[in-house]
C-alpha cells in the first residue's frame, strides 16, 4: 500500500531555514504530481505547495511563495520543501501526498504521519 514519510522538521526561529523531506513507497512514484501540506492547530488542512510529476511545473500558496521551494526526485522516490525566511505563521504539521491530476492539487487521500515545524518568535 501506499506509504509516505515525511522527516526534517523542527523547532527554528523565524528567519530560519528548514528542509523537509517526503519518501515514497508502494506507488508508481513517478507518474504522479505531488503536494505539501500543512495543518496549524485548530485549523484545516491546506495545500502549500505542488509539483508536477517531472519537476518541471510547480505552484504554492501565496503565503509561502517566494520562501518556500518543492522539488522532487523520482529516482529516489523523495520529495522535499525547502523553507526559507519561516515566520510563526508557518508553524503546523506537514504532510506530502500524492494529487489528482487537473484538480488544483486535490489529494488522493493518502497521508503520512506527518513532520511537526514549529517557528519561534
Known amino acids: 500500500q501506499v506509504q509516505l514519510v515525511e522527516s526534517g522538521g523542527g523547532l527554528v526561529q523565524a528567519g530560519g531555514s528548514l528542509k523537509l523531506s517526503c519518501a515514497a513507497s508502494?506507488?508508481?512514484?513517478?507518474?504522479?504530481?505531488m503536494g505539501w501540506f500543512r495543518q496549524a492547530p485548530g485549523k484545516e488542512r491546506v495545500f502549500v505547495a505542488g509539483?508536477?510529476?517531472?519537476?518541471?511545473?510547480?505552484s504554492y500558496s501565496d503565503s509561502v511563495k517566494g520562501r518556500f521551494t518543492i522539488s522532487r526526485d523520482n529516482a529516489k522516490n523523495t520529495v522535499y520543501l525547502q523553507m526559507e525566511s519561516l515566520k510563526p505563521e508557518d508553524t503546523a504539521v506537514y504532510h506530502c501526498?500524492?494529487?489528482?491530476?487537473?484538480?488544483?492539487?486535490?489529494?488522493?487521500?493518502?497521508w503520512g504521519q506527518g513532520t511537526q515545524v514549529i517557528v519561534s518568535s
Open positions: 501526498a500524492p494529487t489528482i491530476p487537473s484538480s488544483n492539487w486535490q489529494p488522493f487521500g493518502y
Open positions: 508502494g506507488m508508481r512514484f513517478s507518474t504522479y504530481d
Open positions: 509539483i508536477s510529476t517531472d519537476g518541471g511545473s510547480t
